[in-house]
């Protein structure tokens, strides 16, 4: 299986979160889980920036938390993950999730997508 | 009889992950959903503890296999329900074990195998080093 192979097999896996809420936001130490209803959830290393209203907020920045569970029952309408690995999960009302995976400052796994029936993905 | 069986499809799979040029062949051939192993060993004769009652193993879409839906013991903590063991990559040389504990809504929470408790991606549990 080639890298690109891979890549698009990610790719396919997190697109099946098209049409689901965001159902659920854990703050787990310092990462975070994105629930999918029933579609699945996405571990993330990398604090996602968040655009909403025009406006973008980054970790770190007050109200960064909040503003992230304001997004929960809000519906995904489209995934993207560009070349360069910033993933953008883009909901209904425009507002959108970006997460530039390589960014992240530590080794090994950035996010790791799991969606029923066992399947599992790690970029 | 089964499980015996069972238990050899885990290992050739194991020493498929292992080989060079087995990445490909493991995501191909681990489509089984069978009760899991107590522990898969190495060729170097480390154990890596199963959870009890997980099935598996079950392809990941990135390179490596899973067991999934147990409850600790094989001396894991209770909590533990899945361990993953990923192919090696360019920031994992020698391929990785992670143990998680599924969370309700679907998500993969990484814990220190043996305390069940939450650890950080700077903790050493989060990927530990498969040792040929």
Redesign the interface.
């Known amino acids: 299986?080639t890298q690109e192979q891979?890549r698009e097999?990610?790719k396919k896996?997190l697109l099946e979160i098209r049409g689901a809420r965001l159902?659920?936001v854990?703050f787990?130490?310092?990462?975070l889980?994105?629930?999918f209803d029933?579609k699945?959830?996405?571990?993330t290393?990398v604090w996602p920036e968040i655009t909403s209203e025009g406006a973008t907020l980054s970790f770190g920045t007050p109200g960064y938390r909040d503003q992230l569970c304001d997004f929960i029952t809000r519906v995904v309408e489209n995934v993207k993950i560009c070349d360069d690995e910033t993933m953008m999960i883009i909901f209904k009302d425009q507002s959108q999730l970006t997460m530039a995976l390589r960014t992240y400052k530590?080794?090994?796994?950035r996010a790791?997508f799991?969606?029923?029936k066992?399947?599992?993905?790690?970029? | 009889m089964s499980r015996i069986f069972i238990r050899l499809l885990a290992l050739l799979l194991f020493a498929g992950f292992l080989a060079a040029e087995g990445t490909a062949a493991v995501s191909e051939t681990a489509q089984v959903g069978a009760q899991a192993p107590d522990f898969i060993v190495t060729p170097s004769g480390e154990a890596i503890p199963v959870p009890e009652g997980a099935s598996g193993p079950y392809p990941t879409q990135s390179p490596g296999f899973q067991f999934n839906g147990g409850t600790g013991g094989n001396g894991l903590a209770g909590n533990v329900t899945d361990v993953r063991i990923m192919n090696p990559n360019a920031q994992n040389p020698s391929g990785y074990v992670n143990f998680g504990s599924q969370q309700v809504n679907g998500g993969w929470q990484s814990v220190n195998p043996y305390t069940g408790q939450a650890i950080s991606p700077t903790s050493p549990w989060w990927h530990i080093p498969i040792n040929h």
């Open positions: 299986m891979i097999n990610g896996l159902s659920s854990q787990v130490l310092d990462y889980i994105l629930g029933e699945g959830a996405l571990t290393l530590g080794s090994g796994e790791i799991t969606a029923p066992h399947r599992l993905f790690a970029w």
